[in-house]
Each structure stands twice: as C-alpha cells, then as structure tokens.
C-alpha cells in the first residue's frame, strides 16, 4: 500500500517533473519523486557507511608506514 501525499513544489521543480514524464524518464511525476527519494535515502546510508570507516580508521591509530609498504601490503591481502 502506498501512502499518499498532497505536496506543493516550486514552478521550476513542477515544470522539471512533467518534463521527465515527457521524455518518458518517468511514466509518473510520482514515479519521479519515488525515485528521487529513493536516491536520497541510498545516498545517506552510503554516507553512514563512508563515516563509520573514518571513524574506524581514525581509531585505529596512525601508521608509520610508507606508502609503497601499505600498498604492498594491501597487495599481500588481496593475493594480487
């Protein structure tokens, strides 16, 4: 079951809308809006993920490595 929404946009958002309907982008302006929430949400969970890495990283400590013996080893781990 969808939900649904009466939502007011802007001349220029409206207009950009119609116009994926009409370049058969989108069978829908609401397929349109779907997607791009859609969009959104994926991109702030890659965010999250992208953030705990840091995170990660940053916890773990500094390395004393040069930067070839980090490539070397990354190589090692990946049996390249």
């Known amino acids: 079951m969808m939900a649904r929404l009466s939502i007011s946009l802007a001349n220029q958002n409206d207009e950009w809308l119609k116009q994926q309907v009409i370049n058969e982008e989108?069978?829908?302006?609401?397929?349109a809006v779907n997607y791009l929430i859609k969009q959104?949400?994926?991109r702030d969970a890659y965010h999250e993920y992208v953030q705990m890495k840091i995170d990660r990283g940053l916890k773990s400590g500094f390395?004393?490595?040069t930067k070839e013996e980090l490539l070397e080893e990354i190589k090692s781990r990946l049996n390249v």
């Open 26 to 31: 989108f069978t829908s302006k609401s397929e």
């Open 40 to 42: 959104a949400r994926e």
């Open 63 to 65: 390395s004393t490595k």
